[in-house]
């Protein structure tokens, strides 16, 4: 096993107005990443061999985003809100069962 028992690392790249991709800073993934961290730490579930939230850069899928992937599984989800990362948190990295309409399609 690794150090965390999962590790989430959520697209907070923000292009400029204008740019011709979308981003997920767009979508507020900055702020919402911030309250998935807060949740896990109220939770008990940080620290080593818990789970850990991490910022990333562009993740290349910002079509589809914002976006977010969870190790080690490599689950790739999409949300909007509070609530669908509350569900990720209690079902996936609690439960143990991803969150199937909020996982993005396997790419091509």
């Known amino acids: 096993m690794g150090y965390y028992r999962h590790h989430l690392f959520f697209c ?3 292009r400029p107005d204008g ?4 981003s997920c800073a767009q979508c507020d993934s900055p702020r919402l990443r911030g309250y998935v961290k807060k949740r896990l730490k109220d939770l008990g579930l ?19 985003g914002p976006v977010l992937v969870v190790y080690p599984e490599g689950v790739w989800y999409t949300y909007v809100d509070e609530d669908d990362l509350d569900e990720i948190i209690e079902s996936h990295l609690i439960g143990g069962k991803p969150v199937e309409r909020l996982m993005l399609p396997e790419p091509v």
């Open 46 to 64: 940080t620290g080593a061999g818990g789970i850990r939230a991490n910022t990333a850069g562009c993740l290349d899928r910002c079509e589809e």
């Open 19 to 22: 740019a011709e991709r979308p």
């Open 12 to 14: 907070t790249n923000q």
